[in-house]
């Protein structure tokens, strides 16, 4: 648990300080028309309304203990990449390539990269550490170098690596008992403003302590997908600093620091850490299996626009859409259809599909969860037993499986002006067809008008789902307008 009395203390000097800072400025004029001067070798004392004196020693003291006790759990990552590549033959000695050289070289070539990151030892079993850092620090690494805040150096050795969190495990053997741990936080307890500081090797500077503040919490939308809801922060993050810690005035690691916002490489106060939280399963798992494994509900989501939202009746509230169901998946063993709106995944609030993404992804496979959704305007509650997430099958395979494989959109004015359709049009935009699916075999294209299914009127997206999800039916029935034909087809369920 955060000790919550030393970070009230913390809090409560730093309004002081604004405090006085505020006071201080506002009274400047009456200072300096009573000339009052400050003399060199005179001692200047920012007070507080009653006159008393500020005493900053003790989060001084603070930020002092901290950077030395977790120091030594942050290490610095060199790596080395062998990557193949082409060298056009002869560009530097043609004549001697034209009469020496060997007539099989195809130009190919081994290079090696050199990369650079952090990394935090979290776990000791024997000889072996652990060490916690980002996947996009290892990449492809032949050779990693591991260098601790005493300087003493080992060859790592990668345990496992996970793309989708930027999360990878290395270790390295070592019979020393003095080499520290680090005290994994509760990344949950993070409130904006908290004082948090950050540790790494910023452009080989090893140990290198930053300090700042909880700038947001639950920033999405990192770089090559990552799925994290991130920690944002203004402590200054650099190219180095990947893989190193964040942490809060406890001593605490509350985050692994990932990436940075900025047009010129170097820090402008927007850094980006993966919550410590997101991490400690995989840490686990990467020592058991080498992996992380996902849990899997088999199915395709977005967070709805509003005219959709409205047209299924649930504008204003937090949740995810799902576009379409994975046959056979536990999504549709369970009872999920496609335009279910899940609000909830086991009592936890959805906000939108990236959060869902995230909690599917850390239920354990084998057990059941709680969905509670609203389907063509009626909540529910559906029980599904989450299966493992199997990242081998192709997009093609998977999209075979995935029902019906077409989303839509009401026609709204917008619509219509563009489309250049008259007032009278009835019927939804077909808006996407995935390839490979149902809908995209049975010959449904993006700008297909539908107006009827199964033979009912259709002028909403909740008519859609409506007559989509009839399971009394075995074939779904579609009339629809193309380039002003009017066409009709069966997609088979």
């Not at 910023?202 to 994290?228: D, E």
Request: charged share 25%; aromatic share 6%; with cysteine.
């Amino acid at each position: 648990m955060i000790r919550k009395a030393m970070h009230s203390r913390s809090f409560f000097l730093v309004n002081l300080v604004l405090v006085g800072i505020i006071v201080g400025f506002s009274l400047s004029m009456a200072v300096f028309s009573c000339s009052t001067r400050i003399q060199p070798g005179d001692v200047a004392y920012a007070q507080d309304a009653s006159g008393g004196e500020i005493d900053l020693t003790g989060l001084q003291t603070s930020f002092r203990a901290v950077s030395q006790r977790v120091r030594a759990t942050v290490v610095k990552i060199e790596v080395q990449e062998v990557r193949a590549g082409r060298t056009p033959r002869g560009s530097d000695r043609p004549w001697f390539d034209f009469f020496f050289g060997d007539p099989e070289d195809n130009g190919e070539r081994e290079f090696r990269t050199q990369g650079l990151g952090s990394g935090v030892i979290v776990r000791r079993n024997g000889n072996s550490y652990y060490v916690l850092t980002n996947d996009h620090v290892i990449g492809d690494a032949a050779e990693i170098q591991i260098t601790l805040d005493d300087e003493r150096q080992y060859t790592g050795s990668v345990v496992g690596k996970d793309a989708r969190k930027d999360l990878a495990l290395i270790s390295f053997e070592t019979r020393d008992r003095d080499i520290p741990i680090a005290v994994l936080g509760d990344s949950t307890d993070l409130q904006v403003g908290d004082w948090v500081i950050a540790i790494g090797s910023p452009f080989g500077f090893q140990s290198t302590v930053t300090a700042g503040i909880v700038s947001a919490t639950g920033r999405r939308g990192g770089p090559q997908g990552n799925i994290s809801d991130f920690i944002q922060t203004d402590a200054a993050i650099n190219q180095g600093n990947s893989g190193g810690a964040l942490v809060n005035l406890q001593g605490e690691v509350v985050g692994i620091n990932t990436w940075i916002t900025s047009r010129t490489g170097g820090s402008i106060g927007l850094g980006f850490s993966i919550p410590i939280n997101n991490a400690k399963r995989a840490i686990d798992e990467f020592i058991e299996s080498g992996a992380v494994q996902y849990g899997w509900l088999g199915v395709s989501i977005q967070t709805p626009s509003r005219q959709v939202a409205e047209d299924l009746g649930v504008d204003g509230l937090r949740g995810a859409l799902v576009n379409h169901v994975f046959r056979d998946s536990p999504a549709d063993r369970g009872g999920i259809l496609p335009g279910d709106f899940i609000k909830r995944v086991n009592g936890q609030e959805v906000r939108d599909s990236d959060a869902l993404i995230l909690v599917v992804g850390e239920l354990p496979a084998g057990r059941d969860a709680e969905f509670d959704l609203i389907r063509l305007g009626e909540e529910r509650s559906l029980t599904v037993r989450i299966t493992v997430r199997d990242d081998e099958q192709s997009i093609a395979e998977q999209n075979r499986n995935l029902w019906p494989g077409l989303t839509v959109f009401p026609l709204t004015e917008e619509v219509r002006e563009e489309l250049e359709l008259g007032r009278r049009a009835d019927g939804i935009l077909v808006a996407g067809v995935q390839n490979g699916t149902p809908a995209a075999i049975a010959g449904l294209r993006v700008g297909d008008i539908i107006n009827r299914m199964n033979g009912n009127a259709v002028r909403s997206v909740r008519d859609f789902y409506a007559q989509l999800n009839d399971l009394s039916r075995s074939e779904v029935e579609f009339e629809f307008t193309r380039d002003g034909q009017d066409l009709k087809i069966g997609i088979a369920r």
